[in-house]
């Protein structure tokens, strides 16, 4: 069984900064999805275990995944958080295979989620 624990949520105001990070193993690529309330989960970004990555439309060019030992980060680039990415992040795991990316089917394992709030 394996067990993902978020961390580095928080409430920050528009074009502030955070730090996402996941602490997994054995993974063969790891994905962060975001649920906005009353909105479907959506894939934000994901990294392969050989440092491929991949970013859905909407964050691309503002946020960065990257991976160090065990450690999954997800993080924006120039404080650049807008209010439209108020939403509980989720990372996920996925252990054998090489596909990767935004579709939620495609991991095995999930965290419990940590808020984000940009006002």
């Not at 074009?15 to 996402?20: I, M, N, Q, V």
């Not at 392969?48 to 065990?70: E, H, L, M, P």
């Not at 495609?106 to 940590?114: F, R, V």
Request: aromatic fraction near 10%; include cysteine.
């Amino acid at each position: 069984h394996v067990q993902l624990v978020e961390s580095g949520g928080g409430s920050v105001q528009a074009g502030g900064s955070l730090r996402l990070s996941c602490v997994a193993s054995g993974y063969t690529c790891m994905g962060w999805f975001r649920q906005a309330p009353g909105k479907e989960r959506e894939g934000v970004a994901a990294i392969r275990a050989d440092g491929i990555t991949s970013y859905t439309d909407s964050v691309k060019g503002r946020f960065t995944i990257s991976q160090d030992n065990a450690k999954i980060t997800l993080y924006p680039q120039m404080n650049s958080l807008k209010p439209e990415d108020t939403a509980m992040y989720y990372c996920a795991a996925k252990m054998g295979g090489l596909a990767c990316g935004h579709k939620s089917s495609l991991y095995d394992y999930w965290g419990q989620g940590t808020q984000v709030t940009v006002s």
